[in-house]
């Protein structure tokens, strides 16, 4: 009997103290790629750094890979506030905020440096206004890379180039660039690129430098232009009822560990990247970097795209995001 007393003792013990150490706050984080690549680690950044600074009261669980949801699937999610944060990459929210398609633009970025200004000016806030009535609000900007074209067999360069290829591509302003040059556009998930290399499917992608590595696709691109026309970034988005709902102590703790991360990962990236370079070129990839020659060419190609995508973007982002090329 009096065993079972303490057991049980024991057991409600655990149990209240299980309550009491509870998180306040959950925040399910999904994101499409893996923890490896350089937005996962600036991802685990976030959580070790918003736990640490709330004392435990809030909790970050992080579903990386597309184990929760991936694509349009995890914007929504975001929307509906089955996910109450993510950082996926921009082309997806350029569905529900048409005008912040400015930032896909071929070569609108022509260095990171212009890209950070951009950031720190608070030109994004502009251009995500719409995805911010729509339900999400964006803390910050996660840099990443430009995202670099990769091949099977053909270098790149010259658009000419691009001619008949398979082209896995990221969102309706870069497949249009890469139908305007000769492709043939495919649309997929991150998560389904690997499956289409190796089934054939594609011929040549879109993704950062690094990515070539970790997720070892040299194995089947064999030729990478390292062509800055579009900077990848990932708008570091959370659900608005949510984040409105929030203890102001903790929103504080949220959005300053998420603006420390995004900068620190300014500098982590650009390693990174260049470390991708050399690393490819060693495993025998042909990596070539465009020369200013070859990008006053290709951007002058992709002249017809900022045409086409104005009346969409608006005359007074356009003007604005001009200064940023200079």
């Given at each position: ?75 929504q999610a975001v929307l ?61 900007v996660l840099p990443f ?86 900077i990848a970034f990932y ?92």
């Amino acid at each position: 009997m009096l065993k079972s007393l303490i057991g049980a003792s024991i057991a409600a013990m655990t149990l209240l103290g299980g309550v009491a150490n509870a998180a306040d706050v959950t925040i399910r984080f999904p994101v499409e790629y893996a923890l490896e690549i350089t937005p996962g680690q600036a991802n685990q950044e976030f959580k070790r750094l918003v736990e640490e600074r709330s004392n435990g009261r809030i909790e970050v669980k992080l579903y990386p890979s597309g184990s929760l949801y991936k694509g349009l699937d995890l914007l929504q999610a975001v929307l509906r506030g089955d996910a109450e944060m993510t950082t996926l990459i921009s082309a997806y929210w350029s569905a529900v905020a048409p005008k912040s398609a400015v930032f896909e633009l071929p070569y609108v970025f022509p260095t990171k440096a212009a890209f950070y200004k951009a950031i720190d000016d608070g030109f994004f806030e502009k251009a995500y206004q719409e995805a911010e009535a729509k339900g999400a609000k964006l803390l910050t900007v996660l840099p990443f890379d430009y995202l670099v074209p990769g091949t099977r067999t053909t270098p790149l360069r010259e658009p000419g180039d691009f001619a008949g290829l398979k082209f896995r591509g990221l969102g309706k302003t870069n497949l249009a660039m890469l139908k305007l040059f000769g492709a043939t556009p495919v649309s997929i998930n991150f998560v389904e690129i690997s499956p289409a290399i190796q089934q054939g499917l594609i011929d040549a992608l879109n993704v950062p430098t690094d990515n070539y590595m970790i997720y070892k696709w040299y194995e089947s691109i064999k030729n990478v232009t390292y062509a800055p026309y579009y900077i990848a970034f990932y708008p570091w988005m959370v659900n608005a009822r949510w984040w409105n709902s929030l203890d102001p102590e903790l929103q504080t703790i949220i959005q300053e560990a998420a603006i420390e991360v995004a900068q620190k990962n300014r500098a982590v990236a650009e390693a990174a990247s260049d470390k991708a370079l050399k690393d490819l070129a060693g495993v025998g990839v042909d990596v070539h970097v465009q020369t200013p020659e070859e990008i006053a060419i290709w951007a002058e190609a992709a002249k017809p795209i900022w045409d086409e995508f104005t009346p969409q973007i608006g005359d007074e982002l356009i003007n604005e995001i001009q200064t940023y090329r200079q």
